[in-house]
């Protein structure tokens, strides 16, 4: 397909992509600088439709964040309170299965779970928590825990990393989100959450995760504090990580929300950064099989512009999201599958729903 770029160097980037050659950090870098939107999208565009043709997925999905009761108190964050806190609260078991049998009318494929690193609660906690939820959703897929929680459930129960990793999987855990990572860089930790794990803790931990059988999203947010430099370098590092295990299914671009941080003086994202670093991870990512437009952080329509630019999921249904919406997020919380169906058939792609390992849940692919 040809194509004509008003910024010359996206020529030899697109010459790249259609040898198959793995683009650089430099690529990467150009990405992120050009201002030729509408050509980045066409390359972005090209590499979508080879992998994924006209389809673009979706899952009926549904989160659950059981505390936001946090002991890092990341400066990014506006979910997580201190205990006794206007608006700190805790989900007993009792009141996550209440909360669960709620939405039993609805035909839900996977649970989304993540929460805070709440002192007060035990590690039988969290393997009550999935049992709970593996008995009243048998059929769907528990998606739980970041890398950090995990790193605090290991410290919490005195296992190594691998027991923890197992003791969990037997309870019900099949998938992880992939959050946490926030940007693989030691300054932005050091200024954003020093209390956090590091990106070393934070890759040892996604990777013991995968050599356990569990596969993992990926994400970043942007839009804070990093350069354009340490957005590359974050892409190159997870492309690393699944060159070694293939345990990542899907890359989220995450974009952060300033409204009831400390750094609510920082500006939304733009339109076009959003757009960008879809593109950036779909051309970066070459070893990712899919990228998700996140429409609760960029928005519905954004998302369904996304989705010609590298983008080839919109995530889900999300009933229950807590966590963007209490950072100043405008956008639904939560959508019907019709919703979702017609936001990617308007966009001009063919909706297939899927389970969280992309099986098209109707048997048509």
Known sequence: MQISFIDERLEDL??????????????????YETHDLIGLGRIANHVRKALHGNRAFYIYNEHLNYTNICKNRCRFCA?????????????????????????????????????????????????????????????????????VEIDYLSTLAGLSLEETIKRLKEAGLAMMPGGGAEVLNKRIQEELFPRKIGHERWLEIVKAVHKAGIKTNATMLYGHIETLEERVDHLISLREVQDETGGFSAFIPLAFHSENTE?????????????KNVAAARLMLDNFE????????????????????????????IMEERITHTAGAKSAKGLTRNQMEDLILTAGFDPVERDSFYNPVNGLA
């Open 14 to 31: 697109y010459l790249k992509v259609l040898k198959n050659s793995r683009l650089s950090r430099e690529d990467g870098i150009i990405i």
């Open 290 to 317: 899919h990228i998700k437009a996140y429409w609760v952080m960029i928005g519905e329509s954004l998302a369904q512009v996304a989705l010609s630019f590298g983008a080839d999921d919109l995530d889900g249904t």
């Open 79 to 147: 979910y997580a309170k201190d205990k006794g806190q206007e608006g700190a609260y805790v989900f007993s078991i009792e009141e996550i299965e209440k909360r669960l049998m709620t939405h039993m009318d609805e035909p839900v494929k996977e649970l989304h779970i993540v929460g805070g690193l709440n002192e007060d609660l035990k590690f039988d906690y969290y393997i009550d928590l999935l049992k709970t939820i593996r008995r009243i959703r048998p059929h769907a897929t528990i998606k739980a825990f970041t890398c």
């Open 263 to 275: 750094l609510s003086h920082l500006p939304p994202t733009t339109a076009v950064d959003d757009l």
